[in-house]
């Protein structure tokens, strides 16, 4: 999938509730370096798609999020946090200490790699999500809402 596609899918995902009133340009500005992060990551539009997918249902691509102030988000929002308040995750995948990458490509490549565990011992999509939910099994409740958006990422229908 090329960087103009992403751009589009993820845009058309809608964003962020308080980001509603951000102007497009803006908002293509934001998404850029995620959606070239992607495109480098991503081997297949499958891939793609199910970046795109996870990224917007753990972050919607809230511009807090993308621009590392998860504290400016709503009480329950803010990328994980511990006991103490101090977020655990980070960027658009909310991806944890296991990832050391500190930029949008590598954090999708730490995303894609616990896919394709999740894919090589489960054989399902699902089993990719479960993977990244820390979860032992290929079932985890969360999977299917996100197989759906990837899907639906993939057939260009996705809206949110």
């Not at 504290?71 to 103490?84: A, F, I, R, V």
């Not at 995948?93 to 616990?114: I, N």
């Not at 489960?122 to 809402?145: H, I, K, M, Q, Y």
Request: glycine content about 10%; overall charge positive.
């Amino acid at each position: 999938m090329d960087v103009p596609t992403i751009l589009k899918a993820m845009i058309a995902l809608g964003g962020f509730s308080l980001d509603k009133d951000m102007p497009l340009e803006e908002r293509t500005a934001l998404y850029l370096p995620q959606a070239q992060a992607i495109h480098r990551a991503a081997r297949t539009d499958e891939e793609a798609a199910a970046l795109i997918a996870d990224g917007f249902l753990e972050s919607r691509f809230a511009k807090a999020i993308l621009t590392g102030h998860c504290e400016l988000m709503p009480k329950g929002m803010q990328c994980d946090p511990d006991k103490h308040g101090i977020p655990r995750a980070r960027g658009a995948w909310q991806v944890w200490e296991f990832c050391k990458a500190t930029t949008p490509e590598g954090e999708a490549r730490c995303v894609l790699g616990t896919m394709r565990m999740g894919i090589a011992r489960c054989g399902t999509w699902e089993g990719a999500f479960s993977a990244l939910a820390g979860r032992g099994g290929c079932n985890w409740v969360g999977a299917p809402r996100r197989v759906q958006l990837m899907r639906q990422v993939l057939a260009g229908t996705a809206k949110r």
